[in-house]
């Protein structure tokens, strides 16, 4: 199981790198936006910035809707360092951009996932990642962690080496549940993250221990 942090902020990344369970990134321009990055020159140089603290899959989400356009921006967002991954809508155009890229070695991350249809074919045409979003379908009264299920038994059944990577996570416990499902990788935002450390049990349990052997050593 693996942990990437869906964030562009720097800070945040910088915290989770900390923790030592950091194994990539995932950001998307609702993400780029909320840090107040714009421009081509800022965002690839917050792309730098992001790769310089993690070693690990960094995904960069394409803007264009065309292919032509999507294997353009895909090519500059490759060129900015190893760990890029071009992130890519689920369309038609970005079946064909993402099977470009698998035929030239170049990994992608298929974004706004909602069926297992869009798995089936994003699969096919060579996605290295697939984001399926759990917490958006939880939105709309549907059951985001029975779709990772289903995709996990789809890509054992016919032996894809696609990676799950459940995204649109919203607390710890759509981590824990993504986990049973067959996710391969969870990417969450920091709090989800952080939660998975807490329990009251345990704050209760180390006050106690630390009581008692200030007792002792008094
Ligand atoms: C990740 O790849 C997605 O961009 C992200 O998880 C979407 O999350 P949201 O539904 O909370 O915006």
Redesign the pocket.
Known sequence: MRFFI?TANIEQIKEAHDLGILDGV?T?P?LMAKEGISGKENITNHYKAICDIVDGPV?AEVIATDVEGMIREGEELAQIAPNIVIKIPMTKDGIKAIRYFSQKGIPTNC?LVFSSGQALIAAKAGATFL?P?V??IDDINWDGVALIREIAELYAVQGFNTEILA????NSRHIVQSALAGADIV?CPLPSILGLLKHPLTDIGLAKFLADHKKSNA
Request: hydrophobic share 20%; aromatic share 6%; glycine share 6%.
């Open positions: 869906d995932t998307n609702s995904s974004t984001s979003f917490g958006r995204a649109s996570v919203r990417t």
